[in-house]
């Protein structure tokens, strides 16, 4: 045992801002910019939202409260916001990733995080603090796990990772001691829960599990604050979250440069509302499309490599991924993303009323996807190479990294349009301003409050 459970429990427990890197905290702030807007508009138009907002108010704890679900005027209790902040996030897949650990980060850690910090009063900077610790913790275990072995055992790592994520950032707010957070994460532990099998039928759970990640987060801090006795080594433990949920965990990986090297750093933004593993393929096609002036009726055959888990996820079954109908089977859609981005030169979030378009199906008959080696083995698995046949030639691409990583991160600009784009249809363009800039400016804010500006909107 090398007591990785107590070396991120004291690690979470003890952040604080002025510790923090200027650059950590900045970036900190605009990935939390980034996810509000995913909410505000997962939560106003996304199909599986009515029935999160039913079970709340059936399952018993939709009572008034002083938590905010962003984009809502009316307040809930913590474990109702965190839940619904959390699924109506991550409903547009639009939101946030950290490329090594193949996770999305703010879904499960930022609703837990705002939940514990209106719980309790806290300031912006104990937020944004609270924050990246919770960054730092679930991007680590999802490295730890190895993300292709985690996902070849069928797991989703935003949910199980993310849980331990979630009850960082709540514990930290909460004003946890190293061991009493050791104890939330063995509650956490108990709670990690997250199936890829929704890939089958398109099914909503993957946007409830990660909501379940950040409720759960936020339960099991809680229940440590009160004294419950969690279980010990949680994440290296012989029954623990690394030896359970993956063949070929690392535990030292989960602690190596542990408050020197930041891996929020490394979280990256999306430019589709797509799976991750999409991303590179969509900026090669686009290019290529703009670059030679081709129209979908010159496109005679497609092939696009993925890394293996960018099959697993996106292209098997190719029949069934050319014949997609409900939007989460959009979403891990290669042959649907790639088919639209082809035909019109672009794709967002309002793209998807497109399921079912006789052209993006014929399109897509002309996409094949298959599993590139030349990925593997690299600092991570999202590239793509393409190679388009079109009676003008045929155009050959390898595309290293997605548009938005690190390494490409959007300026500030573009981060405020993608945000007022989702945001401002639904709680207008003042108010979507003001939230912008109440989050922007948090590090330095005396509390959390960004329901202020939150319109009654539905």
């Given amino acids: 045992m090398s007591n990785e459970t107590l070396t991120l429990a004291a690690y979470a427990a003890g952040i604080r801002l002025a510790d923090i890197p200027a650059d950590v905290v900045a970036r900190a702030e605009r990935l939390i910019l980034d996810f ?112 292709t072995r985690h996902y070849a055992r069928g797991f989703h790592p935003t949910a199980t990772a993310g849980t331990f994520g979630a009850a960082a950032a709540a514990g930290r707010l909460l004003g946890l001691a190293p061991d009493t957070m ?33 409720m759960n987060g936020l339960m099991a801090a809680l229940l440590a604050a009160e004294g419950f006795h969690g279980s010990r080594a949680a994440i290296e433990g012989e029954h623990g979250f690394l030896k359970g949920y993956s063949d070929g965990a690392d535990p030292a990986v989960a602690v190596a440069g542990l408050g020197r090297h930041f891996e929020t750093l490394r979280i990256g933004l999306k430019p589709y509302p797509s799976c991750r593993y999409t991303h590179a393929a969509l900026d090669g096609l686009l290019a290529l499309r703009a670059e ?29 991924k050319r014949r997609v109908r409900a939007v989460v089977e959009g979403q891990f859609s290669m042959p649907f993303t790639a088919a639209v981005a082809l035909d019109q030169g672009g794709f967002g979030w309002d793209d998807y009323r497109r399921l079912g378009d006789p052209v993006l199906d014929a399109m897509s008959d002309r996409i094949s996807v298959f599993a590139d080696p030349r990925l593997e083995d690299r600092p991570h698995p999202f590239g793509a190479t393409l190679r388009l046949t079109t009676p003008q030639g045929v155009f050959e691409r390898t595309i290293p990294d997605p548009s938005g990583e690190p390494e490409t991160f959007p300026d500030d600009a573009a981060l405020r349009a993608k945000f007022m784009t989702l945001s401002a249809p639904v709680i207008g363009a003042d108010a979507a301003g003001a939230l912008a800039d109440a989050i922007l400016n948090l590090s330095s804010s005396d509390a959390v409050k960004l329901n202020a500006t939150a319109s009654a909107s539905r």
């Fill in 36 to 147: 509000a807007g995913n909410i505000v508009r997962g939560g106003f138009e996304t199909d599986s939202a009515p029935s999160l907002r039913a079970l709340v108010e059936k399952a018993g704890f939709g009572a008034p409260g002083p938590c905010t679900v962003l984009g809502e005027a009316r307040g809930y209790g913590p474990a109702a916001a965190a839940l619904l902040n959390g699924a109506f996030g991550h409903s547009l897949d639009f939101d946030d990733t950290h490329a090594a650990s193949s996770l999305h980060p703010s879904a499960p850690v930022i609703p837990a995080a705002l939940a514990a910090a209106e719980l309790t009063g806290a300031s912006g900077a104990d937020f944004v603090a609270a924050v990246i610790a919770g960054y730092e913790v679930c991007c680590r275990l999802g490295l730890a796990l190895d993300p």
């Fill in 182 to 214: 050791a104890a939330a994460f063995g509650v956490a532990g108990s709670q990690a829960a997250g199936s890829l099998q929704f890939l089958a039928n398109g099914a909503w759970n993957k946007r409830y599990q990660v909501g379940a990640a950040a």
């Fill in 292 to 320: 030679h002036a081709l129209k979908a009726d010159d496109i005679q055959q497609v092939d696009i490599g993925l890394h293996r888990n960018g099959i697993t996820l996106t292209a098997d079954p190719l029949p069934e």
